[in-house]
């Protein structure tokens, strides 16, 4: 069966999607307490969509339901909206889309509250070393091919520093972004986690932080441990590498996405370990989506696209045209 470019990088945003939905169910929580909510553990949608999360009813900040996704596919399609304007990644043109995103706007995400306070599209943060420039870079490696490396590099950075300006965040942002960009190209698995770690090891070198790089070693640590487990089960991954901070949530991400082979058995990994576990399945999901587009669970992608209404499929349309 001839997979084409087309089918990767629709396959990447439903993974993206469905992941993030899937792994919001237990999004915070620790290993065991993913167990108390759901003794049979995580096995897709638990409930009816569009019902509450039972863990969130009575939410102060937002009552999260069943099938929906979380900031980091609205940012993703932000960021895929400021290209498809441009024709280019421009931090002011990802800037100015990221304003118009408010799904997850509090001052406990400290990042984006900041940045929205500021309301400046053209702003640049000096700081921040979390995860979210890397749940929503995708497009740019959709944008970009494998062999355009430099243009990579710098598309990751600009898609990153609007709200994230710290070294580990533009180099998680940056390894993501290439692995995306190498599976839509078609590579193998270890080609995708080796442009991964060559695109963090250039980011770390070229924005430098104030402690010793230490983002591309921690996303050749985790693979190496996940390598060397008898079975990729949730329990061992929680208690190796949980997902809870910058040097274990995106290298365990692109871990998972170069030793699985479906993006609906990463996301439901992801979900039972718990941790960080919606940028873990979203990241994932969308790197396999690109690799084994099949392997996206359409049941799941049809109930957030009910629940969401993102029409991923005319982004993947338009995006795709534009791929260099």
């Known amino acids: 069966m001839t997979v084409t470019v087309a089918d990767r990088i629709l396959g990447c945003l ?13 999004e915070t929580l620790e290993h065991d307490d993913v167990l108390r909510w759901y003794p049979h553990g995580v096995r897709g949608f638990e409930g009816i969509p569009g019902s509450v999360i039972p863990r969130y009813v009575g939410n102060a900040k937002h009552e999260w ?49 900041e940045f929205h306070q500021a309301a400046d599209p053209a702003r640049i943060a000096r700081n921040h070393d979390g995860c979210g420039a890397a749940i929503r870079v995708a497009p ?19 898609a990153s520093v609007s709200t994230h300006g710290g070294s580990l965040a533009i180099a998680a942002a940056a390894a993501t972004a290439a692995a995306v960009s190498a599976a839509i190209d078609g590579a193998a698995p270890h ?9 963090a090891a250039e980011a770390e070198r070229r924005w430098r932080g104030p402690t010793t790089p230490a983002f591309a070693d921690a996303v050749r640590t985790v693979h190496h441990h ?8 949730a329990a061992e991954i929680a208690a190796r590498c949980f997902p809870n901070q910058p040097l274990t949530i995106v290298p365990l991400a692109l871990g998972l996405a170069t030793l699985m082979e479906s993006a609906e058995d990463a996301a439901l990994l ?19 989506g690109a690799m084994y587009p099949i ?30």
């Open 14 to 26: 439903k993974g993206i999607a469905t992941g993030d939905a899937i792994g919001k169910q237990t």
């Open 270 to 288: 992801a979900a039972n370990i718990g941790g960080d576990s919606d940028s873990v399945a979203s990241i994932a999901g969308g790197i396999l």
């Open 226 to 233: 996940l390598q060397h487990l008898p079975a990729l089960r």
């Open 191 to 199: 080609e995708v986690l080796e442009h991964a770690e060559h695109a």
């Open 295 to 324: 392997t996206v669970n359409d049941d799941w992608y049809a109930i957030v696209e009910q629940v969401n209404d993102h029409d991923l499929v005319a982004v993947a349309n338009e995006i795709a045209a534009l791929r260099h």
């Open 65 to 113: 339901r069943i099938g929906e996704t979380t900031d980091d596919t609205e940012m993703t399609v932000a960021v895929a909206r400021a290209i498809l304007t441009d024709r280019s990644v421009s931090h002011a043109s990802v800037g100015r889309e990221l304003l118009r995103c408010t799904k997850c706007l509090h001052p406990g995400l400290k990042s984006l509250w």
């Open 140 to 158: 740019v490696g959709i944008f970009y091919t494998s062999h355009r490396a430099d243009e990579l590099l710098n598309g990751a950075r600009e």
